[in-house]
């Protein structure tokens, strides 16, 4: 397995802006979307390998997002803040790692 620099992937991220798009949806009704593995959190996998398979799945947006995809451009942005939220606590469990 290739190795990750975590603060070298942190810096070019936080480099990126997202902007939330506001969904008028009912309180009372659930929003109909379309299963994906991506948001599943499987007990036991570690943060750093919930963070490589976002990248991963952000790498097969990349060329359709260029090409002009929306759908493509709104699933890596995304990703994008997925793999943000999941690198600080990758951080965060080598600091809590590091000081025992």
């Known amino acids: 397995m290739e190795t990750v ?8 991220l936080s480099d990126v802006t997202v902007t939330p798009i506001p969904m008028n949806v009912p309180k009372n009704v659930a ?18 390998t919930q ?4 990248i991963e799945e952000m790498g097969r947006e990349v060329r359709p997002t260029y090409a002009g995809s ?6 890596l942005k995304r990703g994008i803040v ?5 690198v600080r606590e ?11």
């Not at 620099?5 to 070019?12: C, F, G, H, P, R």
């Not at 109909?32 to 036991?44: A, L, N």
């Open 82 to 86: 997925n793999a943000r939220i999941l």
């Open 31 to 48: 929003p109909v979307s379309v299963p994906q593995t991506k948001d599943v959190q499987i007990p036991g996998q570690s943060k750093y």
């Open 5 to 12: 620099d975590i603060q070298a992937v942190e810096s070019k």
């Open 51 to 54: 963070l490589l398979t976002v």
């Open 70 to 75: 929306r759908s493509s451009a709104e699933r």
């Open 90 to 100: 990758c951080l965060l469990e080598t600091e809590r790692s590091a000081r025992q």
